[in-house]
């Protein structure tokens, strides 16, 4: 959520910077703007009813006292009460609109962060060469299938269109990319964190994706009660809400999790039909990175993270490219995100695998997650974010990338050790 004073005070660069983002939500930043003076002036006009009733429950006593007939006085009191009440119950339904149209707004893109789609997302450098075959490659639904590490039509017997089956090596590879992920992380200084797969409504609300995006996810009803919760589309949705409504000492910063779970997205029936096997599902594994910081930590803590998804790609030899996203094509939530993109050589593309991103203090505004700093004065943290890394991808990039002519494949080495010294997938 934005800083409703920014709105106030500058509110031609909120219109502006918002535009970045290929949206034009000048008239709702118009009406925040009508709404919030006459919320202001109706908040002034109530404050000063109640210092009225304040002094009129003070001096009855005093009039009780002396014998004077409070009669008057008591019924004025009575019908300010109800003008109050009623006052209140508009300012209530000002607040309540207030806080939908505040909702409706994105984050503003950081000042570096170039105007457009996805069209000006930019190519920052590239990781090593792409692969050469002396011999016809491919694909890794081929691959996967002959070698008995993906079983796809069972996985859609079982689990409908978006969903594959992990077996023998290609479960093998699957848990020891995540081994491998874990451990990496783990030696960085971060906490794992195994959170619950169902959430409840806050938790979408904080991370950005409710109420605009609430029919992206799986909802789950309690057929008992009126207990609903969705399925976490990836872990930062749980983690930006570990400290909701909390104070964090200075001290206590930046915090640094990781979390592995299952995602569940909706939104692989769309697919492109090119976009076959693993690329897109309904369900996938990754580890997720998130941490908290003071505002003057925020980009240091980006550059770590965006560090930190690139090593994992380098140490599993896979050639790939950092891109820096335009602001039409950065999420909902986000100031700012770079995206790791592995080359998938039988699609002649690159597809990512890890999205960094640091929204700002957007997150811990609907959370309320503050910090006290060394002025001892209350400030909202900053959250980041980023896979580290979804494995969907990384998969068919391995076994497309290291591809022999014979049909299989080569594990990578640092995966060796978590396959029992595995070298080739016959």
């Not at 609300?205 to 799986?218: I, S």
């Amino acid at each position: 959520m934005l800083d409703i004073k920014l709105i106030r005070t500058n509110p031609d660069f909120v219109k502006k910077t918002i535009q970045k983002r290929e949206m034009n939500l000048d008239s709702v930043v118009d009406e925040i703007l009508a709404i919030d003076e006459k919320r202001r002036e109706l908040t002034g006009k109530v404050e000063g009813m109640k210092a009225q009733q304040n002094a009129a429950t003070k001096k009855i006593p005093a009039m009780k006292k002396a014998g004077e007939d409070t009669t008057a006085l008591m019924q004025e009191m009575k019908e300010l009460s109800q003008a109050i009440a009623k006052e209140n119950e508009e300012l209530s339904q000002l607040e309540e609109q207030q806080k939908t149209l505040m909702l409706s707004l994105p984050n503003l893109p950081d000042e570096d962060v170039k105007a457009g789609g996805k069209e000006e997302n930019e190519p920052l450098h590239y990781f090593k060469e792409k692969p050469e075959f002396s011999f016809t490659p491919k694909n890794h639904v081929e691959l996967c299938e002959s070698l008995g590490m993906i079983d796809y039509p069972r996985g859609a017997k079982i689990g409908g269109n978006g969903a594959w089956v992990y077996r023998g090596a290609g479960a093998r590879l699957e848990w020891a990319l995540l081994n491998f992920f874990i451990e990496e992380h783990l030696n960085d200084g971060y906490e794992l964190i195994l959170p619950p797969h169902m959430l409840n409504y806050p938790c979408g609300y904080v991370a950005g994706q409710f109420p605009k995006f609430e029919e992206e996810v799986y909802w789950i009803q309690n057929p008992t009660s009126a207990d609903k919760k969705f399925m976490l589309p990836t872990a930062e949705t749980a983690l930006v809400n570990l400290h909701r409504d909390e104070i964090l000492s200075l001290e206590e910063l930046p915090k640094k999790y990781i979390a592995y779970t299952p995602c569940y997205r909706r939104e692989a029936g769309s697919y492109r039909s090119e976009e076959r096997g693993m690329i897109r599902g309904h369900q996938f594994n990754k580890v997720e990175m998130v941490q908290y910081t003071t505002a003057e930590g925020s980009d240091q803590a980006f550059q770590e993270l965006v560090g930190k998804a690139e090593a994992l790609v380098q140490k599993l030899g896979l050639h790939y490219r950092l891109s820096k996203l335009a602001a039409g094509d950065c999420s909902f939530s986000m100031a700012r995100t770079y995206d790791i993109e592995v080359w998938i050589p039988s699609m002649g593309i690159y597809k990512e695998v890890s999205s960094a991103s640091n929204a700002r203090d957007y997150q811990a505004r609907r959370g309320n997650v503050k910090y006290r700093g060394a002025d001892k004065k209350l400030a909202f943290a900053h959250t980041l974010n980023a896979s580290g890394l979804a494995t969907s991808r990384v998969l068919p990039a391995i076994v497309e990338q290291y591809q022999n002519a014979d049909g299989s494949v080569t594990v990578p080495e640092v995966l060796r050790k978590y396959m029992g010294g595995q070298e080739v997938i016959r």
